[in-house]
């Protein structure tokens, strides 16, 4: 069997202080954070499309990476993708991955040959998991490379290109309960519209509805009793996209009785291009009851597409894995690697050292969260910020006993509101020390 | 009785030929358009906050605009302001006004002194309301300016700005009633957080939530049956604001149950904030059956804050009419001039002009829509565009027929997916030959 | 001969009340507008890639259209391309192309097989416009698809790559001169740096200079004496372009003495990827004396990458085209549309139908700018408000007879400034004015 | 005496360790890194506007913060800061201060007034001085707060609002010529236009240089030798600001011949709102020679407005920090806290704690930047990225021995050119490496 990525040895925990590029520094799998190791706590997943697929190019340039591994026949480059994906979640210790159904195995001539096509690489894949033991966190459907899904999938004004997908997906899920995933995610990149000149939002919308329907419904036919997951972008490809964020996206799923089998799959580079941080859509599924699992990766707030980089920024792992942990840490989902290698580090060792550098600094997120946790200070500050609603006119505010009658009665005997202040910077200076002191703990 | 707006005659409609910047050039009152006269479409609202209490001010310097009405003293420049805006209204011809408590009459040094500085400001209003039939769309109230709403009102950490807040909006709505408002609007500029670190987003919304409540309980009480309005916006003064945009607004109107008797008052500005057009919120918002009320005025998409411009955009002008003549029109809401003379437009026939650029501009919007409706040409492209969900497969699944299984069986025999061009650039040709048509029509 | 573009009949002017979709409604290009026609005044310019070329491919799908003109080969559809590009010229009324070198060509094995190949259609070309007097706007050499322009061109680290771009410069330079463009441009796709942690920024753009003195050097060498261009982009496909912005551009141009004989090629998109108005753009290029020539589409605003829509917004057109006006026209350049059909915009009707709703804004453009200028209201309300320079003090300022002291002793008197209104709002409501106005002119 | 932060002691280093909010973790002023002591690295400043005058007014609020230290007369105020001013360094071990002249002491009726406040006041601060040892880093003259700027100061319309700002920076040279100080900054906050509709561009600019120049005159003939900055800013207040971002202030500096006594103030905020990171901006001024001095603070790249916050990320401190020290460190130049409390943390204790979480993220950044240099593996990744450059056909280039035929001869020997990866994740990941080792080291 041919090995793939040759630079590439098995990468070790090495400590802190190595300089060795194809080593973890803080990613110990089976350090315990808490009450759960680091791989317990960091359910890392290799994207098939990214890691086996993705070549660097970009809308200015042709692919810089060579992910040909030996072969231009498409089937062949299928099967060469199930040992290159297997070889290297070997390398890194990766326990889980993920896949599109189109980039698992090339797309036929007509729907059965595609179904065909995936039929046979999943069984290899199938094979493979069962030798190493190797998991599937979730699967889904590519519905939205092909021309057919040019003006969406689910929300096609062509109903052949709603069968079609339906079709599609329903394949997918089989192939996704056969390996065994976890999980079942959609996302919506052609979900969405160009210019409202030309769209029936409403009809396109009760449509996407109808669609997510059928999915449960046969889910529930074959016992594929997994979550389903939404993953929310506001816009790219599409100019809006519906799931825009998490608020919007668990609007839609509560309007049409969604709420029970869906939650999301949030990440991160999607979160900002919605101005918002990745924390925040963390929190705001966290809050509503829609927390499921984590595209890891990071974009560039300076700039305005979907860069999919490897997470390396600390304060966003870090705020992102007490989301994670305050939401009682993953059940279903994980932490999938939708990140590229930057175009110019077009080599499989780049490959490598980007996953290394995203893992790093996860390892390091989930030891400040841990740390956050545990230090207190910012909880017991923000408990303390909320105290008024524990007794007094709070208490009974929260317990439905006052109306604006008697508020105003209050307010009136009250002269004027003490306020105490919101410490952001002083918080901030903690965060800090919490960061630089990881490696003294 | 003073004249303040001294050099602002009594604006007409001069037609388009009319180079007079005191005149309207396409704003003619009583022309019909369709069903109903310009007058009763573009239901113009004059916000006394901007046109009688801006002064030019900004972060960065001082008031340009004198807005001081001839005094000092806070009560008499209340009573002048109420001079001044009806003399305003009477000159624009201008049938309605919106309200903020503490914008109508200052703050007094308790809730008690602040309710009866407005009881008798508000009571000359009545008084020049019953001389000159102006009318209020809707009244609100500031609970974003002072000090004591520094971290919320109604999502405050400290319960007894939630009291304050209570107190203020109860007489906010006593007031609004009494002059016959047709809607009261919540704009949450303070509720939403600065930094996630110190926030519970999960008691602040069911805080927010009782708020409303309590609110829609004290209108029932009083008899004060018109709609209650939330207003989106993402930020700006906080970091995040819970009503980021319209989507949003509705699921959390939804998820408390407050979805009957709230609509939206969307504003241009806040939401090309959030990214979105405004006829996107528009379109949200009707579809989902949340329309209410406009604030008119524009932003600058290359500017990242709240500059509150007069529209004067023909565009955004007409696809904002077009999705209001599509919603049926305006019922209780209207066009609330949310808008502010720029700093360096310092003078009061600045004021006027600014009126009259955006009135113009919303009046050519209302012949453009109304033309974009008579002509046909987008619309039935649309149709046209859906029209598989109307027959055969597209029907059946449209009626419930149809599962996964059975669309892939259609997919199977189905071949490939044939669309038709979405034709973006063709539509965007006819909307400019209607607006160019303006005059011709 | 093949015809390519088989439902696109010779496009003609047919008014602006024509429904026609494929008729111009507003270019009629022997109208006279001031001294020149519309079709001198627009020097309209076919751009090879995106109307030969780009066929709806983006980051998340595959093409839409089919832009294979009948054949796979590379060469026979480089060929093809000659055939289609021409037919669209003639049928649309289209006097001036673009190219770029990979585009017109296929890349060979090795530059000289490249050249060989460009060598051979740019004969065809050079064929085609002797028989129809079509003409080369400008042409350009495409430095950022290929691997080898990973780092950058002229701004490698890899001296190689660098050498690699001289050799096909070049050769585009001979090419343009052959086909007899008037002028060279340079879009520095990749020329900036995708993270600072690798870039040694001062060597790049020292290099960057030498590559221009070199490129400035050869065409004097073979007689090529028309302009350079280069065409400002911030970012996209890299994190940082140094030719970030007009003034960007300028500073560097002036630096390195490249002022004599570049002047800029500015993209409205760009323009606002910048955070700048197209408008503003010109402006500055004017009021540098860098002002040459023009790549006509636009942006979205809402969006944070390149979309290249074909312009349709009247306000961007007119305040170009005034700007264009007021630099005294075009003299070696034209309005290039780098301008692409929406991916869903799919079918060949749709590039002409693009093309038309380009062409008919920009017409528009011209007659409302025009306008602008004979109406007078706008330049007048400039001269005024500058009026104090013209006289007294401000006269003397101007001519270098005042300093710090002197100014001091005059403010001192002065007592404060008075200053007149911005009117910026009456401003703009003239523009709609003069747009509406456009069909009774 | 009276004492203003009197909840605030003197504020020591106390080591990472420390959960005091009012002490120093990183921040040690004495401890030697590289050949300095911190204290001479980071010549922090106190800025007067934020730190003594600041209350948290925005534009949706009146102050949160009480600045008024006792009294509501105009002149007492501006005495009472100069005691809080010296209070405040003192007890944070800061030893230099900037400061604008209204801000200092407050305007009068007319210039002379003005200047008769501002020459009470800084007597006072001159006697401070003296006793404590406290230094200028710069002084300022506020352009832009009074009405009498609203369009512009050296670039207005009218030539008397140039006189006046004349008037003003003359006095403001004196000042801060009488107290020592290291240099002079202007802040062109009104110096742009709001719409081009009203503006004249080229003259603007022009007078912009004049003013400039009159400035340096002046300040020759004072003898006032330190060096000019200009703070670049895209936008805010004004729609479009000419000092837009640091190469755009280059170009205008060597345009008109500006460039031998003008350095950049560079701001971090001001960078990301023109879409630059606050290294890039550094970057371009040490690559241009045009590095001068700092105002430390963050902006929030998810919002589009200047927040102003105190710098708390470390990784934005230490790209800043390594820029300075590859500028060879400030010479006359410091890192001024251009930052403000947010308005929810409205104490003096918060200024404290804004400050102290401020300087010691600047002392870890400083720390960092100190350890990738010694480290080295950044800088000699860098070296072998150009290696190229030094020898062979690059040395040959730089060397001016190459023009495009002889280059062209030799990419036809070339073949291909071979890349080498630019390891941007690796990269990324060993600057974690060394922001976690900080504590170690």
């Known amino acids: 069997m041919s090995e793939f990525f040759k630079n590439v ?75 290159a994906g297997f070889e290297f979640m070997d390398k890194l210790g990766i326990d889980y991955f993920c896949f599109h159904d ?20 999943s069984d290899l ?9 190797k998991k599937l966190l979730w699967g889904t459907a590519n519905l939205f490379g092909n021309p057919r899904y040019m003006h969406g999938a689910g929300t096609s004004p062509n109903a052949d290109a709603f069968a079609y997908a339906a079709a ?15 999980g079942y995610t959609f996302w919506g990149g052609r979900e969405g519209y160009e210019t409202l000149l030309n769209t029936n939002m409403g009809l396109e919308q009760e449509n996407m509805a109808r ?19 939404i993953e929310p972008k506001p816009k790219e490809p599409t100019k809006h996209q519906y799931d825009f964020d998490a608020a919007t996206t668990i609007s839609f799923l509560r309007k049409y009785g969604l709420d029970d089998r869906f939650r999301l799959n949030l990440e991160a580079n999607h979160a900002t291009l919605a101005q918002h941080t990745f924390q925040h859509e963390i929190r705001v599924a966290r809050e509503e009851g ?7 990766n990071q974009g560039d707030t300076l700039l305005g597409w979907d860069t999919d980089q490897f997470p390396t920024n600390i304060y966003d792992a870090a705020f992102a894995m007490y989301e994670v942990l305050k939401a009682g840490g993953f059940t ?23 996953f290394i550098a995203g893992m790093d ?23 303390e910020r909320y105290a008024s609603w524990n007794s007094g006119i709070g208490k009974s505010i929260r317990e439905g006993k006052e109306d604006f009658e008697s508020l105003a009665a209050y307010a009136s005997k009250l002269g004027d509101v003490e306020n105490i202040s919101g410490r952001q910077e002083m918080l901030e200076g903690i965060v800090n020390q919490l960061i630089l002191d990881t490696l003294t703990k």
Chains 1, 2, 3, 4 share one sequence.
């Not at 059965?112 to 046979?120: G, P, R, T």
């Not at 997510?212 to 997951?229: C, L, R, S, T, V």
């Open 290 to 296: 829609f927390f499921g699992s984590i595209d890891a």
């Open 361 to 383: 600094t996860l390892a390091v997120g989930l030891l400040v969260a841990d740390e956050m946790i545990k230090d207190g200070r910012i909880d017991s500050f923000v408990d």
């Open 102 to 121: 189109r980039d698992m195995a090339p797309e036929g001539k007509d729907i059965d040959e595609s179904n065909k096509n995936l039929e046979i690489i």
């Open 211 to 229: 669609f997510f329907k059928m999915a449960i419904a046969y889910a529930d036919k074959i016992g594929f009793n997994e979550p389903f997951y």
């Open 9 to 83: 040895p098995k990468v070790e925990y090495e400590g802190p202080k190595s300089k060795n590029p194809l080593a973890y520094k803080y990613y110990d799998k089976n350090r315990v954070v808490g009450d759960k190791t680091m791989g317990e706590h960091l359910k890392f997943a290799m994207a098939w499309w990214h890691t086996l697929c993705a070549d660097g190019t970009d809308m200015f340039g042709v692919g810089t990476a060579n992910k040909s591994f030996g072969t231009s026949n498409p089937m062949n480059l299928a099967k060469a993708k199930v040992e």
């Open 332 to 354: 279903k989902g994980g932490l999938n690697f939708d990140s590229k290698q930057r175009r110019p580090s077009f080599t499989l060792e780049d490959t490598a050292m980007s």
């Open 168 to 182: 599609q997906v329903k394949n997918a899920l089989d192939v996704t309960k056969k390996l065994g995933g976890s």
């Open 125 to 133: 894949v199938l094979a493979k998991q069962k030798d190493t033991g």
